[in-house]
């Protein structure tokens, strides 16, 4: 058989007779790939018997755009628009995460202020992801009060990234060896009136949830996962810590000057989605902690390196200056070449560690470049957490792992 | 060192009266209630419009400079860092003393995802990322804007650097437009 009519994936084997015989018929239906709460162009083959869930596949590549093979024919500095599409609910640290990684293929370190705009900008994507994610998980579960709250919430930190990077989800903030731009008047005042309102707003979350019979009960025991299975998966993130697993990329392998920020890393004990949800909660209390810390310690001084082979010349020198304007050309068109080499080089986003592993040639644009995402491998655990429940916990099993098919997919 | 974590705590069940739901149910009403009497954070879209930052990222559009002339002398530079190759460009000479602008200037505003790069790499300071969010075409062919279009939204920008101002009087005959 020639490839192109290569036969599509397996759906789940036949089902085994026996205990079951007495219920009957089993039924193998597809939840997606559109779905509202598998909350992007997820599919799962689900095989049922009435309500109990036998057998989960995930089916993902509906949303795949081939970025990793699109980077290999571009320049390290046009991909940083393409990692926009990552984890679009965090687009901030996925630039981080991308710059850190040239920059360690290239040896470069950015300056002070810069690393604490970057830890800014990584806390702010950090709260807004999981506000997200956990407006619209109850809203799944069928609480849609909090979603309206967690919204007002997430719509002033869109406002604070807005006046920050002139938009509201492609930011494309972050530059191989600095920022796109410095702060804008006032903003730290923005960052900070936020940084003292948002305490009070997660009280009014947390008093609405935490203690509910309501939530407790469709998310207590539900989607359990033991620390040897998450680990043997390769889970990271809210997902690992939610089973008691003190793992937190910025404090094993502290980047961007983490280093030096008073926080702490929540975890879970039982492993279920109700621990899930109680550690993003405090992750958020922490970020917030992070955010005054940040806003605190912003030191004066330049954003970029200064090094005229990587980043841009200023724009009046362009305008007026022969050395400047080639300088500009030369950047643009021949990009700037790490030394040959690979490296990997990951930061905690929201969904857990992120991941690029760079291979340089020599030239402009990568030999290969790949992608770590945390929810891909996320994914993965939907089988061991769901199976044996009902169709309705597979919901709040979905919403507990808070996969982002952009980042699935890439 | 192994990392230390700091253990959530999970609330407990609370008894019976928590049995009936009813305090949950109550507690989030009470919430919403309070809500009713805070300032409202909702706007009357399209009655009251967004106020947009200054550094906002809507579509690019060209620019002419304070004698009306088109900024844009063809360098290719955008067409070539545009990470979706929205931008389409062919040159042409002209009289005046910059020599070369251009004769085709289509973007594709189905392409154009507005990062901005194209502003950041302009030489000229010739391509802007003006603040209009909406565009709407009921075809294909309507979304790629035209270099008059293009020129049409971006307006007169004066700049405060006049690259080519010494040009005013020797370009005479054929000021490009
Ligand atoms: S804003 Fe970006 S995508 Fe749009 S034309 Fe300019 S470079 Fe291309
Ligand atoms: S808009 Fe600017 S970058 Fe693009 S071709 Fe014209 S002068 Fe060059």
Redesign the interface.
Known sequence: MDSASAPPPPMPSEVPRGEDALHGERMVINMGPSHPSTHGVLRLVLTLDGEVVKAVQPHVGYLHRGMEKIAEN?TY???I??TDRLDYLAPLSNNVAYVLAVEKLMGITVPPRAQVIRVICCEIARISAHLLWLGTGALDLGAA?VFFHTF?ER?TLYNII??L???RL?T?YTRVGGL??DL?AGWTGQVRSFVEAFPKALD?LD??L???????KRT?GIGRIGAAQAIGLGLTGPNL?GC?????VR??EPYSGYEAYEF???????GDA??RY??R??EMRQSSRILDQALRMLPEGPINIDDPKVI?PK??R???KMEE?IE??MI??EGFKPPAGEIYHAIEAPKGELGFYLRSEGGKSPYRLKIRSPSFISLQAIETMAVGGLLSDLIAVVASLDPVMGEVDR | MPLKGTPVKRAAHAGLLAATYLPSILKGMWITLRHIFRRKVTMQYPEETWKLPDNYRGLPALVRDDQARVKCVACFLCEYVCPPKAIHIEAQEIPTGVEKGPKVFDINMLRCIMCGYCEEVCPEQAIFLTKEYTTVGVNREEMIYHKDRLLEMGGIRPDPIKKWAHLTAEAGSGTHR
């Open positions: 571009m500095h046009q991909f628009p393409y009060t007002r719509e807005e006046s990077t002139g938009t492609t494309t796109m731009n804008p009014e008093a609405l935490t203690g509910n019979r309501i939530w407790m207590q810590r008691g697993v003190a793992y937190d404090k094993t702490e890393v929540p975890i879970g004990s039982e109700y621990d109680l550690v909660l405090a841009l724009k009046d362009v305008l007026t304007l500009q050309f643009v068109t």
